[in-house]
């Protein structure tokens, strides 16, 4: 029974853990997870960056960008219970 | 094993908690945290501003950044146990 | 430590409670939600006039809004225990 | 301190309650509810005849009211407990 | 008090039950029940066909299809208590 | 009572199962479900590569995908209990 194997070398995640000490630390995290799961899907950064100016003034392509981060940071935040 | 760290001198939430008194207080705060998001993703105001007038009078665009906000507040919502 | 807080006079959330005594009354909530969000955004009632008429007969809007008022109903339900 | 209340006549959710005895219950709930939601927010049945054939024939709008299902369809699975 | 009811005849969820033995097992339902909600709201076979070129070559709506797929195998997974 | 029954053949998920021991093994996961959802819609490999270009280089398509590994990520992340 094989499982999945993350490819070296590759951090997606700082120091692999989701518990973060308060939730400004889990609000960055989130930024971190939506941001990496784009260059996963694109690694090649030249045509990252081409697409970048398009993305980054287009407010229908942040808005999609800030849902992406809010359904990262729910998980973040379960995972941390809320920081209560 | 580094861990993630927010910028220094950024508030994406204020008092650096998702508990707060009422839902009404909820809504704000999901409201701050979409806000925050596209703020981060494209920190430059002028650009920023510019994009504004579209998404805001788009209705597309209003419903999607309502998707966020209902997003966000279920998070919120249930860091704070629905307010039971 | 300061905390966020709600603009005053402003009321989001009928009574400032997740809390309701049946599933329909959720729905009404759940439908309310959505549409303040959507005020919170872009206040300006002409404004908002002046685009109602298209999300309202685009059926692709309407499904969307339908998306939002389907997240903001699950986190009543939940607050609500699921009215069991 | 008024509370939220559900316009009289209106019947959103059958019997007025998410619990159902089997999975396929819960799927037609679920299909009802995104119906129901459409019909709120565009209560002209006239124009909602008007913009069906449109959703009901492209693909992406099916997609899309298919994603209302789904998460219409996770609150109810959730209120009945999984029918564990 | 009337309670929601299935059509008679329609299987839409093999067995009438969320609890399948693995992870594989949810995986295939949760792409039958994406597929079930579009044969549901577009119950005419050869319009669909008509469309199903399109979202199965467009990648957008391939995409849109899989965040349907992931919606639904999340309900799935909770109801099997993750395969724990 | 016939239950769902998975494709002969195909592995979806490495090893069947949705336990995985850090969290970065978890994205890893999250993207290959993500990417199996897309081909079991369109196993035709020809059609699938001749879209591939467009959705890795349109940023739309890209924050799209990272919605679904999102979300594939929320339930992957449950399943362990978030790694705590």
Redo the contacts between chains.
């Keep these: 029974?094989?499982?999945?194997?993350?490819?070296q070398g590759?951090?997606?995640?700082?120091?692999?853990?989701?518990?973060?000490p308060?939730?400004?630390?889990g609000?960055?995290?989130a930024?971190?997870?939506?941001r990496?799961?784009?260059q996963?899907?694109?690694p090649d950064q030249e045509?990252l960056r081409?697409?970048?100016p398009?993305?980054?003034?287009?407010?229908?392509?942040?808005?999609?960008?800030?849902?992406?981060?809010?359904?990262?940071?729910?998980?973040i935040?379960?995972?941390n219970n809320?920081?209560?």
């Excluded at 029974?1 to 490819?7: A, E, F, I, L, R």
């Excluded at 930024?31 to 939506?34: C, H, K, R, S, T």
């Excluded at 398009?54 to 998980?75: G, K, N, R």
């Design positions: 029974m094989t499982q999945v194997v993350p490819k590759k951090t997606t995640i700082p120091g692999n853990t989701l518990i973060v308060t939730p400004e630390h609000r960055e995290l930024l971190q997870l939506a990496h799961s784009v996963h899907i694109q045509v081409g697409g970048r398009h993305y980054a003034t287009d407010p229908d392509s942040l808005i999609e960008a800030a849902q992406v981060v809010a359904t990262e940071f729910a998980t935040a379960a995972a809320y920081w209560r």
